[in-house]
């Protein structure tokens, strides 16, 4: 029988309700993920000396007026057998190249994945004015992160795969024992050229996807294994850069291939599946393809 690896929390108590609910504070169905809110007789009163907190989460329950609702800051559904399965923090949702992901659904398919990884926290940090995801992991013995992060290719869509992955011995945690992502170690720009290793491009398919970043990026070395985002791209550059590919290669992609091939390598590697050549010597022989 296939395991979700989500535990289910359960039911309600006598006098309690709990509901899931959409940003309009309206009822979720089956299967549909949404905050956790609790009502009834035992929701307190609010948070003790923060009269603003309170009047942010607590609430009348909108369906019993009168009854005081508690809205838990929590993702969770309810299953086809009433029962009610956690995803992770509302407040560990963000949103990166345009698309809204849960932090938590990241976590869950690392430990999945990688048995010798005893805790996983992803967080999303800035780098050069860039959003990136970073995993934080704790493990036994050390990680293939490259292995890692292909696995994560073949079951998350590009823009839910980390950019960086540390490793840390044990993580920060706060007077109550929770992990604190506030203490998280930043990406340094000593720590992206301690992690760089340069290797130069190797035939000219790949000299010429150079030529191109080091045009759009405004820098004069670059390796066929650096990432885009990492040596100072972001979305508008990514755009620029499809332009000047479909002008020199008479090849139509997408912008999304350059989130998901974000090396000179691996989109190296895709132009040579799609015109089937190994290399490719004249520009008027290119054809034109949809990614």
């Known amino acids: 029988e296939e395991i979700s690896g989500l535990v289910p929390i359960g039911s309600t108590i006598r006098n309690m309700h709990i509901y899931v609910l959409d940003e309009s504070e309206g009822l979720c169905g089956v299967g549909i993920k949404g905050e956790i809110c609790v009502s009834g007789i035992g929701v307190g009163r609010g948070y003790l000396g923060d009269p603003i907190k309170t009047s942010a989460v607590f609430k009348e ?14 993702i969770g559904c309810y299953q086809m057998d009433g029962s009610l399965e956690f995803y992770g923090r509302k407040d560990h949702q963000v949103k990166i190249h345009g698309h809204r992901i849960e932090l938590g659904e990241i976590e869950n398919k690392i430990l999945q994945l ?14 050069k004015d860039n959003k990136v995801l970073v995993a934080y992991i704790v493990a036994d013995d050390t990680v293939d992160k490259g292995k890692l992060k292909r696995s994560l290719q073949e079951q998350l869509p590009y823009y839910m795969i980390p950019d960086y992955m540390i490793s840390m011995k044990v993580f920060p945690l706060t007077p109550n024992g929770k992990i604190d992502r506030k203490k998280l170690p930043m990406i340094t720009e000593k720590m992206l050229l301690d992690n760089r290793k340069y290797v ?16 759009i990026l405004k820098i004069d070395k670059v390796g066929v294994q650096d990432n885009f985002f990492e040596l100072g791209g972001n979305s508008l550059l990514a755009m620029k850069l499809v332009g000047l590919m479909r002008a020199e290669f008479k090849v ?17 590697k895709l132009f040579d599946i799609l015109l089937d050549k190994d290399v490719l010597e004249d520009n008027d022989a290119f054809e034109t393809f949809y990614i």
């Open 61 to 74: 329950d909108p369906f019993m007026p009168g009854v005081r609702m508690y809205k838990t800051g929590d």
């Open 114 to 127: 990688e048995p010798t990884i005893k805790n996983t926290i992803v967080d999303l940090k800035t780098i």
């Open 200 to 215: 130069a491009p190797r035939n000219e398919l790949e000299e010429k996807i150079a030529m191109l970043w080091k045009q």
């Open 252 to 268: 139509e992609i997408d912008i999304k291939a350059i989130f998901k091939y974000s090396t000179i390598e691996d989109t190296a």
